[in-house]
């Protein structure tokens, strides 16, 4: 095991720096445009609004700033309690999962002390629940396929139709079908939707986009409940998916050891 | 194993009810006061620049928005980029890492393609890395217990002191000293020094806080090299961390089981 380090640090270094110049290569155009556009609507906004100088602008947006920074929506009138009991219940769901989106983020000591001593319980016992969650499934499906094979099905059959169907039920209810329901309530592109799914279930959670927080939006009433158990199933999904993975090799490393075995024995 | 699904069930939605509620104690009332702080301030800035409607403001604060929206600094006159191959390295590490900060994002259609595909190889290629990485880590030690045993150093003492390094390079080198090095470096206090290393090796990442990305501070030139890294390490520890607790557990079954089959024969 140990000869492998050497081999999948050169990888890591090598996937991460092409990995950037790919990003640079499609990112930065847009970066320096939005930044001088930026730096222009600032300039047309000191012409346009004679009383306002340089200084104060700039005192403007550092009040914008603070209170980006302490959570309060900058634009509109609308403000969003994101510490009401229920978004509480949302954003401890991020610490325990460690998505993390940032969107809510604790700004008292109190609340940061709070949220160490919480993660360093609730992320190890998000991590056994959403185990015990994914092998529940698991359990099913091999229920399921005693069932079949009871009933005269043939075990390969069986075996083929069981994973055809955890790998279907993955890639419509985890992939293709939610994009569908944010671009309905949330408005946004269908490749919005799989970019978020995508950076929600492997728990990178950037925070860019988050569903359920619009202050603009009505929300059907258990939109964020079924939001948020479609994130628990999604990581069961993905721990099912792993576990079953090293399953698979493990049987195929077992295997291979039996054939050797009886090659040399012949 | 099945059985203990509806009690983990119990404990989960017990846990977020209760952490919830604490966090809106906590968290709740500093929104509150933000909030009416900003729309005073807001009414403050009109009544100062009389030629500012409140219209006027609203433009303003969209253009603010959408600027922020882009990953443009939208205080002072500094603009870092943070699209440049360093930075752009720095950005991969947090998808691969699934630490997913957000400050930076993709925000091209582009990049947010390349992101999942570069999320979908990299997040189990970097798993597999860190785990590497720590049994690494894991072969010194034992290495070490054995040249000590061969030293006629008995094997009690040998793993207690193995233990207590363990733990004590982890408790100092992840958790006590790096807050003095933001302190100096970030302005930060020590508080949320500790704050900012624990959301990060969790790889929860809020991005409220993250090092090396204030464009007002001269950083010394490796300084993000050695973050960067220490993350790594942060995390390779805690994966030798689990795997040796699991390890531990496992041994300590082994035992009992044992004692049980014992006892029976008797
Ligand atoms: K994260
Ligand atoms: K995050």
Known sequence: MADKGPFLTSCI??????????????????????????ILEKEIVLKKYTCLTKEG???????????????????GDKHRNSWDWGNSVIFAATIV???????????????????????????????????????????????LSQVLIRKGVSVKKVQLTCTALFLLWGLFLHLLIPPFVFMSLEGWSYLEGIYFSFITLTT??????????????????????????WIYMGLAW????????????????????????RHRHD
């Open 13 to 38: 270094i090598f996937y991460l720096s092409i990995g950037a110049a790919i990003f640079q290569i499609l990112e930065e155009p847009n970066w320096m445009n939005a930044k001088d556009q930026y």
């Open 57 to 75: 602008l700039d005192d403007i947006l550092k009040i914008v700033s603070e209170a980006a920074g302490q959570g309060v929506t900058i634009t």
């Open 97 to 143: 999962t460690t998505i993390g989106y940032g969107n809510v983020a604790p700004k008292t000591i109190g609340g940061r002390v709070f949220c160490i001593l919480y993660g360093l319980c609730g992320i190890p016992l998000c991590l056994v629940w959403i185990s015990e969650l994914g092998s529940f499934f698991g359990d099913r499906a091999k229920r």
């Open 204 to 229: 990178v959670g950037f925070g860019d986009y988050v569903a359920g927080v619009n202050p603009n939006i009505e929300y059907p009433r258990l939109y964020r409940v079924f939001a948020e158990l």
């Open 238 to 261: 993905l721990s099912l998916f792993f576990s079953w993975n090293v399953h698979m090799v493990v049987a195929a490393h077992k295997v291979l050891k039996k054939r050797r075995h």
